[in-house]
Protein backbone atom coordinates (compact mmCIF):
# COMPACT_ATOMS: atom_id res chain seq x y z
CA UNK A 1 0.00 0.00 0.00
CA UNK A 2 1.45 3.57 -0.87
CA UNK A 3 0.36 6.72 0.29
CA UNK A 4 0.99 10.72 0.19
CA UNK A 5 0.44 12.98 2.80
CA UNK A 6 1.20 16.67 2.34
CA UNK A 7 1.31 18.77 5.34
CA UNK A 8 1.08 22.48 5.05
CA UNK A 9 1.58 24.17 7.91
CA UNK A 10 2.51 27.80 8.61
CA UNK A 11 4.87 29.05 11.74
CA UNK A 12 5.63 32.82 11.65
CA UNK A 13 6.83 33.70 8.50
CA UNK A 14 9.15 29.85 7.63
CA UNK A 15 7.04 27.02 5.36
CA UNK A 16 8.37 24.01 5.55
CA UNK A 17 6.95 21.03 3.63
CA UNK A 18 7.16 17.94 4.88
CA UNK A 19 7.06 14.78 2.44
CA UNK A 20 6.37 11.54 4.05
CA UNK A 21 6.79 8.30 1.53
CA UNK A 22 6.17 5.13 3.18
CA UNK A 23 7.23 2.31 0.94
CA UNK A 24 7.31 -1.19 1.97
CA UNK A 25 8.04 -0.35 5.42
CA UNK A 26 10.58 2.28 5.10
CA UNK A 27 10.12 6.03 5.74
CA UNK A 28 11.96 8.23 3.82
CA UNK A 29 12.26 12.44 5.56
CA UNK A 30 12.77 14.89 3.15
CA UNK A 31 13.12 18.66 4.20
CA UNK A 32 13.02 21.30 1.92
CA UNK A 33 14.10 25.41 2.11
CA UNK A 34 12.21 27.98 1.67
CA UNK A 35 14.99 29.98 0.06
CA UNK A 36 18.43 29.16 -1.28
CA UNK A 37 20.44 30.40 1.75
CA UNK A 38 19.31 27.59 3.31
CA UNK A 39 20.34 25.00 0.89
CA UNK A 40 23.86 23.17 2.66
CA UNK A 41 26.88 23.82 1.32
CA UNK A 42 28.88 21.59 -0.81
CA UNK A 43 32.30 22.06 -1.04
CA UNK A 44 34.40 20.04 -3.96
CA UNK A 45 37.23 18.48 -3.53
CA UNK A 46 39.72 18.77 -6.20
CA UNK A 47 40.61 15.71 -7.80
CA UNK A 48 44.46 14.19 -7.90
CA UNK A 49 45.94 12.46 -10.72
CA UNK A 50 48.36 9.60 -10.06
CA UNK A 51 50.57 9.61 -12.95
CA UNK A 52 52.18 5.98 -13.77
CA UNK A 53 55.35 6.38 -13.86
CA UNK A 54 58.23 3.48 -15.02
CA UNK A 55 61.47 3.55 -15.12
CA UNK A 56 62.80 2.72 -18.60
CA UNK A 57 66.94 3.00 -17.94
CA UNK A 58 69.21 4.26 -15.43
CA UNK A 59 72.83 5.36 -16.27
CA UNK A 60 75.49 7.35 -14.53
CA UNK A 61 79.19 9.23 -14.98
CA UNK A 62 81.57 11.52 -14.68
CA UNK A 63 81.08 15.70 -14.34
CA UNK A 64 83.77 18.29 -13.55
CA UNK A 65 86.36 17.42 -11.13
CA UNK A 66 88.28 19.43 -9.21
CA UNK A 67 91.02 19.23 -6.26
CA UNK A 68 88.22 19.57 -3.64
CA UNK A 69 84.70 18.23 -5.56
CA UNK A 70 84.31 15.06 -7.27
CA UNK A 71 80.65 15.95 -9.13
CA UNK A 72 78.76 12.72 -10.51
CA UNK A 73 75.68 12.89 -12.81
CA UNK A 74 72.66 10.58 -12.99
CA UNK A 75 69.99 10.37 -15.44
CA UNK A 76 66.91 8.49 -15.45
CA UNK A 77 64.52 7.91 -18.68
CA UNK A 78 61.36 7.54 -17.77
CA UNK A 79 57.98 7.40 -19.50
CA UNK A 80 56.47 9.52 -21.44
CA UNK A 81 55.02 11.69 -18.39
CA UNK A 82 54.02 15.37 -17.71
CA UNK A 83 56.37 16.56 -14.86
CA UNK A 84 57.53 20.21 -14.14
CA UNK A 85 60.53 20.87 -11.73
CA UNK A 86 58.67 22.92 -8.58
CA UNK A 87 57.10 19.40 -8.50
CA UNK A 88 59.99 17.13 -8.69
CA UNK A 89 62.61 16.54 -5.85
CA UNK A 90 65.38 13.75 -5.78
CA UNK A 91 67.18 12.41 -2.93
CA UNK A 92 70.20 10.28 -3.57
CA UNK A 93 72.88 8.37 -2.03
CA UNK A 94 75.94 6.73 -3.43
CA UNK A 95 78.04 4.05 -2.38
CA UNK A 96 81.17 2.29 -3.66
CA UNK A 97 81.91 -0.71 -2.15
CA UNK A 98 79.37 -0.85 0.56
CA UNK A 99 81.25 2.88 1.72
CA UNK A 100 79.33 6.22 1.37
CA UNK A 101 80.62 8.71 -0.65
CA UNK A 102 77.78 10.92 -0.85
CA UNK A 103 74.10 11.48 -0.26
CA UNK A 104 71.31 13.99 0.21
CA UNK A 105 69.41 15.90 -1.97
CA UNK A 106 70.36 16.04 -5.47
CA UNK A 107 71.65 19.35 -7.20
CA UNK A 108 71.04 20.83 -10.51
CA UNK A 109 67.73 19.00 -11.22
CA UNK A 110 66.79 19.20 -14.70
CA UNK A 111 63.50 17.48 -16.80
CA UNK A 112 63.54 16.86 -20.83
CA UNK A 113 61.27 16.01 -23.06
CA UNK A 114 62.84 12.92 -25.47
CA UNK A 115 61.83 10.66 -28.24
CA UNK A 116 62.00 8.12 -25.64
CA UNK A 117 60.53 9.49 -22.72
CA UNK A 118 61.24 11.73 -20.11
CA UNK A 119 64.76 12.29 -19.29
CA UNK A 120 65.80 13.15 -15.44
CA UNK A 121 69.20 14.72 -15.04
CA UNK A 122 70.78 15.82 -11.57
CA UNK A 123 74.37 15.40 -9.75
CA UNK A 124 75.68 14.46 -6.61
CA UNK A 125 78.78 15.80 -5.20
CA UNK A 126 81.59 13.55 -3.43
CA UNK A 127 83.98 15.51 -1.13
CA UNK A 128 87.57 14.69 -1.53
CA UNK A 129 89.01 15.91 1.44
CA UNK A 130 87.29 13.25 4.03
CA UNK A 131 88.46 10.13 4.58
CA UNK A 132 86.31 7.96 1.67
CA UNK A 133 88.01 8.08 -0.92
CA UNK A 134 90.90 6.60 1.04
CA UNK A 135 88.55 4.41 2.42
CA UNK A 136 87.44 3.47 -0.97
CA UNK A 137 91.09 2.73 -2.16
CA UNK A 138 91.72 0.14 0.29
CA UNK A 139 88.59 -2.10 -0.37
CA UNK A 140 89.07 -1.78 -3.91
CA UNK A 141 92.63 -3.45 -3.94
CA UNK A 142 91.63 -5.93 -0.95
CA UNK A 143 88.51 -6.29 -3.23
CA UNK A 144 91.43 -7.48 -6.52
CA UNK A 145 90.49 -3.94 -7.90
CA UNK A 146 87.21 -4.24 -8.28
CA UNK A 147 84.73 -1.83 -7.05
CA UNK A 148 81.00 -2.60 -6.42
CA UNK A 149 79.07 0.81 -7.28
CA UNK A 150 75.31 1.23 -5.60
CA UNK A 151 73.43 4.54 -6.20
CA UNK A 152 69.65 4.37 -4.67
CA UNK A 153 67.56 7.23 -3.72
CA UNK A 154 64.11 8.41 -4.57
CA UNK A 155 61.95 10.53 -7.36
CA UNK A 156 59.64 12.52 -4.71
CA UNK A 157 56.29 14.46 -6.89
CA UNK A 158 54.52 16.91 -4.89
CA UNK A 159 51.23 17.08 -6.16
CA UNK A 160 49.58 19.88 -3.89
CA UNK A 161 50.10 19.09 -0.56
CA UNK A 162 50.34 14.72 -1.37
CA UNK A 163 54.07 13.64 -2.56
CA UNK A 164 54.33 10.55 -4.48
CA UNK A 165 57.48 8.74 -4.12
CA UNK A 166 59.09 6.35 -6.61
CA UNK A 167 62.13 5.07 -5.29
CA UNK A 168 65.10 3.84 -7.74
CA UNK A 169 68.09 1.41 -7.74
CA UNK A 170 71.20 0.98 -9.48
CA UNK A 171 74.01 -1.45 -9.44
CA UNK A 172 77.37 -1.22 -11.80
CA UNK A 173 80.69 -2.57 -11.23
CA UNK A 174 83.89 -1.46 -12.39
CA UNK A 175 87.58 -3.01 -12.19
CA UNK A 176 91.23 -1.19 -12.41
CA UNK A 177 94.45 -2.85 -13.12
CA UNK A 178 97.25 -1.17 -11.68
CA UNK A 179 99.28 -3.96 -10.64
CA UNK A 180 98.44 -6.57 -13.71
CA UNK A 181 99.77 -3.52 -15.81
CA UNK A 182 103.04 -3.12 -13.78
CA UNK A 183 103.85 -6.54 -13.50
CA UNK A 184 105.95 -7.63 -17.01
CA UNK A 185 108.22 -10.52 -17.88
CA UNK A 186 109.21 -8.55 -20.98
CA UNK A 187 113.09 -8.54 -21.16
CA UNK A 188 114.63 -5.12 -21.08
CA UNK A 189 118.32 -3.94 -21.22
CA UNK A 190 120.09 -2.06 -19.05
CA UNK A 191 123.71 -0.58 -18.65
CA UNK A 192 125.79 -0.73 -15.57
CA UNK A 193 128.70 0.40 -15.84
CA UNK A 194 130.87 -1.94 -18.71
CA UNK A 195 128.12 -4.94 -17.90
CA UNK A 196 125.05 -5.02 -20.02
CA UNK A 197 122.09 -6.72 -17.87
CA UNK A 198 118.58 -7.46 -18.38
CA UNK A 199 115.53 -7.39 -16.09
CA UNK A 200 113.96 -10.49 -16.85
CA UNK A 201 110.67 -9.95 -15.02
CA UNK A 202 108.77 -7.36 -12.63
CA UNK A 203 106.28 -8.71 -9.92
CA UNK A 204 104.50 -6.30 -7.60
CA UNK A 205 101.98 -7.61 -5.25
CA UNK A 206 99.75 -5.66 -2.33
CA UNK A 207 101.69 -7.18 1.33
CA UNK A 208 99.95 -4.52 3.94
CA UNK A 209 96.41 -2.82 3.63
CA UNK A 210 94.76 -0.60 6.30
CA UNK A 211 93.78 2.74 6.96
CA UNK A 212 97.02 3.72 8.42
CA UNK A 213 99.49 1.52 6.30
CA UNK A 214 100.00 0.35 2.20
CA UNK A 215 102.61 -2.11 1.97
CA UNK A 216 103.95 -3.53 -1.68
CA UNK A 217 106.80 -5.72 -2.49
CA UNK A 218 108.56 -5.37 -6.07
CA UNK A 219 110.67 -8.70 -7.43
CA UNK A 220 113.25 -8.11 -9.72
CA UNK A 221 114.87 -10.55 -11.87
CA UNK A 222 117.96 -9.37 -13.13
CA UNK A 223 120.26 -11.51 -15.11
CA UNK A 224 123.77 -11.22 -16.40
CA UNK A 225 124.39 -12.45 -19.87
CA UNK A 226 127.72 -11.74 -20.25
CA UNK A 227 130.04 -14.17 -21.02
CA UNK A 228 133.17 -11.91 -19.81
CA UNK A 229 134.96 -13.52 -16.55
CA UNK A 230 134.17 -10.73 -14.64
CA UNK A 231 130.92 -10.33 -12.25
CA UNK A 232 129.45 -6.75 -11.58
CA UNK A 233 128.42 -6.09 -7.66
CA UNK A 234 125.21 -3.93 -7.28
CA UNK A 235 125.67 -1.77 -3.93
CA UNK A 236 122.09 -0.42 -3.97
CA UNK A 237 118.91 -0.56 -5.99
CA UNK A 238 117.14 3.21 -5.18
CA UNK A 239 113.41 3.12 -6.69
CA UNK A 240 110.09 5.16 -7.40
CA UNK A 241 106.62 4.46 -8.72
CA UNK A 242 104.78 6.71 -10.47
CA UNK A 243 101.29 6.60 -11.44
CA UNK A 244 99.69 8.99 -13.80
CA UNK A 245 103.02 10.88 -12.76
CA UNK A 246 102.15 11.40 -9.32
CA UNK A 247 104.85 9.59 -6.94
CA UNK A 248 103.63 7.03 -4.67
CA UNK A 249 106.22 5.09 -3.51
CA UNK A 250 110.38 5.59 -3.17
CA UNK A 251 112.77 4.47 -1.72
CA UNK A 252 116.66 2.19 -1.85
CA UNK A 253 117.91 -1.10 -0.85
CA UNK A 254 121.58 -1.82 0.17
CA UNK A 255 122.59 -5.19 -1.64
CA UNK A 256 125.23 -5.69 -2.10
CA UNK A 257 124.22 -8.36 -4.62
CA UNK A 258 127.09 -10.64 -7.41
CA UNK A 259 125.81 -11.50 -10.75
CA UNK A 260 127.84 -13.44 -11.95
CA UNK A 261 127.89 -14.42 -15.87
CA UNK A 262 125.23 -16.03 -17.43
CA UNK A 263 123.42 -15.63 -14.14
CA UNK A 264 120.20 -14.52 -12.82
CA UNK A 265 119.89 -13.03 -9.36
CA UNK A 266 116.08 -12.44 -7.55
CA UNK A 267 116.02 -9.00 -5.76
CA UNK A 268 113.24 -8.02 -3.37
CA UNK A 269 112.07 -4.52 -2.26
CA UNK A 270 109.12 -3.84 -0.02
CA UNK A 271 107.95 0.16 0.53
CA UNK A 272 104.87 1.78 1.88
CA UNK A 273 102.68 3.89 -0.13
CA UNK A 274 102.21 7.60 0.09
CA UNK A 275 98.51 7.11 1.36
CA UNK A 276 98.36 11.27 1.25
CA UNK A 277 98.70 10.90 -2.57
CA UNK A 278 95.96 8.50 -2.84
CA UNK A 279 93.53 11.70 -3.56
CA UNK A 280 95.66 12.87 -6.06
CA UNK A 281 95.43 9.90 -8.16
CA UNK A 282 91.66 9.98 -7.98
CA UNK A 283 91.73 13.08 -9.06
CA UNK A 284 94.07 12.51 -12.07
CA UNK A 285 92.47 8.89 -12.37
CA UNK A 286 89.06 10.24 -13.66
CA UNK A 287 90.66 13.07 -15.12
CA UNK A 288 92.31 10.90 -17.69
CA UNK A 289 89.11 8.82 -18.22
CA UNK A 290 89.52 6.38 -15.52
CA UNK A 291 92.91 5.39 -17.00
CA UNK A 292 96.42 4.71 -15.09
CA UNK A 293 99.35 5.33 -16.49
CA UNK A 294 102.34 4.02 -14.53
CA UNK A 295 106.49 4.57 -14.47
CA UNK A 296 108.75 2.51 -12.03
CA UNK A 297 112.09 3.65 -12.56
CA UNK A 298 114.81 2.61 -10.44
CA UNK A 299 118.93 3.44 -10.47
CA UNK A 300 121.73 0.59 -9.89
CA UNK A 301 124.37 1.23 -8.26
Request: hydrophobic share 40%; glycine share 6%.
Amino acid sequence: MRGIIILFVLLGIRVIIGINIAQAGKTLNIIIPKNKEEFPIIVEKPSIVVPEIKMENISHFWGPISFDTTTIITQILLNKINLSLPSLSVFCEIYLNNIKMAGGLAEDVTVEKRTQGTLIRFTLRINNNNENILRWWISHMKNGEKTTTTIHGKLIINLGGVDLVYPFLSKSEFRTHILESINTAEVSNLSFGPFRLQIKSLCFEWMKITTNEIELRYRIKIHNPTLIPVAPILNRIEYELLLNEIKTAQGGSGLPLVIWPRGTELVTLTTKLDTKEIKNWWVSHINSKERTMYRFRYILF
